[in-house]
T-cell receptor
């Protein structure tokens, strides 16, 4: 079992829907990350939160909106997505943003846009 | 230039045999961390092993070991006594101070019974 919990595991939505992905960790980590991963490709970084503040936004379209309500929770709000946004969305956390710290990933949410 | 290079898109290994997955990296920073992750078809990314640039010894974690050759800038993953459950995608990654993870393109490992 992973220590980073993501819900839901699967999500199918239409292009006009609004939905949210959730991520939770109780390891006391202060850095949290959202990645997007297409099939047979490495994960691509989307957002980084450090001490609950957004520190990196990798030029992600505004239809993706991250939120960090507290040090344990990370949300990704989705609105008006496109079919090319269908992918596996991975959340990760690490104690801080140190170069010697592994990121611990959740199981991911498989998102399909109709 | 690619920060992380994995040259083996796919590998096959017989059950109970050892296998080496290649990873080379490119950095001019003296401080960096190297990481290996396993991703089964179910999707979760599982952290396997870490090697720091200042570590003198090769990292080991159970059946996983990292063959760290600093001068060659290589960080190969060795899996001993392969099991069917080792069939998965394996990603090598690096992090430098002030930067985020660089992932390689991955190696798909298939363990044959």
């Amino acid at each position: 079992d992973t220590e980073v919990t993501q819900t839901p595991k699967h999500l199918v939505m239409g292009m006009t829907n609004k939905k949210s992905l959730k991520c939770e960790q109780h390891m006391g980590h202060r850095a949290m990350y959202w990645y997007k991963q297409k099939a047979k490709k490495p994960p691509e970084l989307m957002f980084v939160y450090s001490y609950e503040k957004l520190s990196i936004n990798e030029s992600v379209p505004s239809r993706f909106s991250p939120e960090c309500p507290n040090s344990s929770l990370l949300n990704l709000h989705l609105h008006a997505l496109q079919p090319e946004d269908s992918a596996l969305y991975l959340c990760a956390s690490s104690p801080s943003q140190g170069w010697n710290q592994p990121q611990h990933f959740g199981d991911g949410t498989r998102l399909s846009i109709l | 230039a690619q920060k992380i290079t994995q040259t083996q898109p796919g590998m096959f290994v017989q059950e109970k045999e050892a296998v080496t997955l290649d990873c080379t990296y490119d950095t001019s920073d003296p401080s960096y961390g190297l990481f290996w992750y396993k991703q089964p078809s179910s999707g979760e990314m599982i952290f396997l092993i870490y090697q720091g640039s200042y570590d003198q010894q090769n990292a080991t974690e159970g059946r996983y070991s990292l063959n760290f050759q600093k001068a060659r800038k290589s960080a190969n993953l060795v899996i001993s006594a392969s099991q069917l459950g080792d069939s998965a995608m394996y990603f090598c990654a690096m992090r430098e101070p002030g930067n985020q993870f660089y992932f390689g393109t991955g190696t798909s490992l298939t363990v044959i019974p």
